[in-house]
C-alpha cells in the first residue's frame, strides 16, 4: 500500500504559518475502478489531530483519550483512618529501685523495679532478697502472683503443709488469695522476682485498649 501526504489548505482558509490548518491528503490504492480514494484528517504538525480538533470543534485536546486512556479507568487510593496510639519505653536501673518493707516478711529486703506510689503501669515487678534464714509469713497473696527465682533456693509452703523447693530460674504462679509462705532454709542468700497486676493502674476504657 502506498501512502503520500501533502499539505492543502484547511477547510476554512488557507494554511496558516507553521502548517496549523493543514490538512493531510493520504492517497490508499483501492481495488475496483477507484485508482485511488483520498482519505482527508485534520494533522498538525505536533500535535496530531488533537490540537485542530480543538479549533474546529472548541474542545480541548485530550492527549489521554488519544492514547485510548479512559478517565473512568483512575485508580482509586482508599484513605484508611489510622488510630494514633502512643508507644514509649521506661528504663529502670537498679540503682533507681525503691525499697519497701512489706508485712510479714522477716529477713527479706525487696526493691520496687517496677511499682511504688506513683507508678501507673498495669504490672509491677518487685526483686526480692531472702538472707538466709529470712522468711514471708504465711498469708494468702492479694492478687494473682508469679515468683521466679533468680538465685539460691527458696522454699515455698502451701496451706496444707507441702513445700515445693524452688531453685535458679524456677517460678511459680499463685492465683488470688491462695496462702503461701516463702522461707530460705540455706546458708546462701536467694533472691527472686514477684510480678503482681498493679491495683493503681490507670483504668483504660474499652475502645482506647483496642487501639
Known sequence: MAITASAFAGHNGP????????????????PGPV???????PVHPLWGPSRNLRRRTGRQPCLRAA?????????????????????SIEIIELAQAERFQPVGHHGVGPVHLFGGERYEGAVTVAL??????????????????????????LTLTDADGS?????????????????????????????????????????????????
Open 67 to 87: 492514547a485510548g486512556i479512559d478517565r473512568r479507568e483512575r485508580p482509586v487510593v482508599a484513605q484508611q483512618e489510622s488510630s494514633a496510639t502512643i508507644m
Open 35 to 41: 485508482a485511488h480514494h483520498r482519505l482527508l484528517a
Open 163 to 211: 513445700a515445693h523447693a524452688l531453685n535458679a530460674l524456677d517460678g511459680a504462679r499463685l492465683t488470688a488469695g491462695t496462702p503461701r509462705s516463702v522461707e530460705n532454709l540455706t546458708n546462701l542468700p536467694a533472691s527472686m522476682l514477684v510480678i503482681r497486676p498493679n491495683p493503681a493502674a490507670r483504668v483504660t476504657s474499652e475502645p482506647e485498649a483496642r487501639s
Open 15 to 30: 494554511a496558516m504559518e507553521g502548517g496549523r490548518g493543514a490538512v493531510a491528503a493520504i492517497s490508499v490504492p483501492l
Open 128 to 153: 526480692s532478697h531472702y538472707l538466709p534464714g529470712g522468711q514471708a509469713d504465711l498469708s494468702p497473696v492479694p492478687a494473682e502472683t508469679l515468683y521466679i527465682v533468680l538465685s539460691g533456693t
